[in-house]
């Protein structure tokens, strides 16, 4: 299938994450994706881990697919010449330069939009444009723990964790994609651009939001619940004898049919445990005899027994079992790199049915000189 987003130029001056990120989307997706980076050594992200292939780390290929690599010295009038050359045709630019250096450089939004009207400006930063830390630098552990997400997951009475994905830097990519993408279709009938602002700190909110919305409407201070959740129970995951089961009982009809497999029928007539409210007032007695019921039993038996009852649960799986699980195969979200030996995790959407492919490797520094700056 041919991409939807071919014929869209994006220009991306990306490092390490975010920015490469928002990129990488807009490659599967079928744009023509122009990384610009420095001469010397180019997107950090290149050397942040062992060399996996061609000298570059594993994430950098992870991020970079489909791209091409031009290098520009942006210190240089002739470096920012060139970089207003390939805005001409560009529909987009996207950076997560260090707050303050765009425009150091006499490439921040206001010049940028102003010599090319038409372009989508797309600014990633730390902490947001505006404001006393618009300046301020930041990475994604950094983020999760100064926008609250690190105090809400863990266990109960453990410290602060962060997660373990880089949800912050990687939901601003995808901020600045939707942002991105609206614009574009805005341009559609006015014939402008405009500017696109995102951030860590405001991904990090967001991520945080329900938390935030309970204190600020009802002064509720959140609580850290490791597999659990606030306001159902039980939802949470339970020891088999072989590893642990997510059980979701979502509602009371739920938990009737849960009660009846661990032989506790009469749980749903004890008004300690016959509503959720009530379940929940009462879950320091309840969860533990769930746990000593369910530590006797192997995973895989009560996984059958539980879905054939229809109360919703799922193995806590490692990720070689998540990668042999029967549905992960089906999606085909692991891909081959074109010209590569090696796969990786594609995007998590399908148009018609088919998931956009990969349009091929990470880019050797500097690689598409030629082809897109000309000269020697």
């Not at 490659?27 to 420095?38: F, R, T």
């Not at 402008?192 to 700190?201: A, E, I, K, M, W």
């Not at 661990?262 to 016959?274: A, I, K, M, P």
């Not at 309840?286 to 009560?302: G, N, V």
């Amino acid at each position: 299938m041919t991409g939807v987003l071919s014929g869209v130029r994006v220009v991306e001056l990306g490092q390490v994450l975010a920015g490469p990120f928002a990129g990488a989307i807009f490659a599967d997706l079928g744009a023509d994706v122009i990384k610009v980076e420095k001469p010397d050594g180019g997107d950090d992200a290149r050397r942040m881990g062992p060399d996996f292939r061609h000298g570059d780390a594993l994430n950098f290929h992870e991020f970079n697919r489909g791209k091409k690599s031009v290098t520009l010295d942006l210190k240089s009038p002739a470096g920012v010449a060139a970089l207003h050359g390939l805005l001409n045709d560009a529909d987009i630019m996207l950076h997560n330069l260090r707050p303050g250096a765009a425009e150091a450089l006499g490439i921040g939004a206001q010049a940028v939009t102003a010599r090319h009207p038409h372009l989508i400006y797309c600014e990633m930063s730390a902490f947001g444009h505006i404001g006393p830390e618009k300046l301020r630098p930041g990475y994604e552990p950094l983020l999760q723990a100064f926008g609250g997400l690190s105090s809400i997951t863990g266990e109960p009475d453990g410290p602060p964790v962060r997660m373990g994905a880089s949800v912050v830097d990687q939901g601003t990519g995808l901020w600045t994609v939707l942002g991105a993408l609206a614009m574009l279709e805005r341009r559609h009938r006015t014939g402008r651009g405009g500017v696109v602002n995102t951030s860590l700190f405001e991904t990090a909110l967001l991520w945080a939001g329900q938390k935030i919305s309970a204190y600020v409407n009802m002064g509720k201070l959140p609580e850290r619940h490791a597999s659990g959740h606030p306001n159902l129970t039980p939802y949470e995951a339970f020891d088999a004898t072989d590893g642990p089961v997510l059980v979701c009982c979502g509602n009371d009809r739920l938990f009737a049919k849960f009660a009846a497999e661990l032989g506790h029928e009469e749980w749903v007539s004890d008004e300690r445990f016959s509503t959720n409210r009530a379940r929940l007032k009462h879950k320091a007695l309840l969860l533990p005899m769930i746990a000593a019921l369910m530590r006797i039993t192997p995973r895989a038996e009560w996984l059958e027994r539980l879905a054939r009852i229809g109360v919703p649960c799922a193995p806590v799986n490692s990720i070689p079992e998540v990668l042999a699980e029967p549905q992960t195969q089906a999606l085909g979200m692991v891909q081959p790199v074109p010209g590569e030996d090696f796969s990786l995790v594609a995007m998590p959407l399908s148009f018609n049915g088919e998931r956009p492919r990969m349009a091929g490797p990470a880019p050797r520094l500097g690689a598409h000189n030629r082809e897109i700056l000309g000269g020697g």
